[in-house]
């Protein structure tokens, strides 16, 4: 959902790739979560020389990532598990999760959002690597900066909006402003119940954690140069008010910590997710 180079894939889709990989060839085992292929799909040779895939330095970062992660797919199994056979990936960049399910594919559709660049481009990448495009897995193209109708879009794919949903977006809502995030909030709570949405938000530089600030601060200024600079910012409480306000009948935060409690308990090599970045789950 941010502004990308015709013809290649959104920068910040590929650093989360590239972190998820990073996990399984820099952190101890047990993995929070096992993802290759999206650095496959990334196609970057010598990406571990990537000044922003430096272990040390990238590790709350990284940690937020792959928790964020598991616990999406926790929640899209969960949901499986009670019938809804809907999932929509919100910038979906190069999310991986069709390829290393393809068992999915016998009850549950996957609609990925993004770009109209970023999607064929990651089609083309598909196919040269020999993964299938199969047709439970539908690649949505939205040119969110000409104003498309993400929801028009979604409905022409074959998405029902009359059954429940699972819908995930995560690292989007900081690019943009409250009324936006609204928006789309208000669009998903339109689904039926039993419909569900975990969010990703940024909290208050001043809520962070001491360790965590410099990294807030850098990576705000890579956003910055790159053009698509952080706007968006809560607390728990206005995000969750924001939330309620669009529809949703509960919505639960999952913090730092609880994250680390989760999926990163007992770990001695100093993987945490880090303070900047927290969880919503909102259901209808």
């Not at 895939?53 to 969960?78: F, I």
């Amino acid at each position: 959902m941010t502004g990308n180079v015709v013809g290649t894939p959104d920068n910040t889709a590929v650093r989360t790739a590239l972190w998820r990989a990073l996990h399984t060839q820099v952190d101890e085992p047990p993995y929070v979560l096992e993802d290759v292929v999206g650095a496959q799909l990334a196609g970057e040779e010598d990406w571990r020389e990537r000044g922003d895939m430096v272990p040390a330095a990238s590790r709350g970062k990284r940690g937020t990532v792959v928790g964020r992660a598991r616990l999406t797919e926790d929640l899209v199994a969960e949901a499986a598990g009670r019938g809804v056979d809907q999932y929509v990936i919100l910038g979906a960049g190069l999310d991986s999760y069709a390829q290393r399910h393809p068992e999915a594919g016998s009850t549950m559709t996957v609609f990925e959002i993004d770009q109209p660049e970023t999607q064929a481009w990651k089609r083309s990448r598909l196919i040269e690597l020999g993964y299938d495009v199969p047709d439970w897995l539908r690649l949505v193209p939205v040119d969110f900066e000409a104003n498309d109708d993400w929801w028009d879009r979604l409905q022409a794919a074959g998405f029902d909006t009359s059954r429940p949903a699972m819908v995930s977006w995560l690292g989007v809502t900081m690019y943009l402003t409250e009324q936006a995030t609204a928006a789309t909030l208000k669009q998903v709570a339109s689904l039926p119940a039993g419909s569900s949405l975990i969010l990703t938000f940024f909290r208050h530089l001043e809520d962070l954690a001491p360790e965590d600030v410099q990294i807030r601060r850098a990576s705000r200024e890579g956003a910055r140069r790159s053009g698509t600079p952080f706007i968006g910012f809560y607390t728990p409480g206005q995000i969750s008010e924001l939330v309620r306000q669009a529809g949703f009948a509960d919505a639960e935060h999952v913090s730092a910590a609880g994250l680390a409690e989760r999926y990163f308990a007992g770990r001695t090599d100093g993987l945490r997710p880090y303070s900047g970045e927290e969880v919503l789950i909102a259901t209808v």
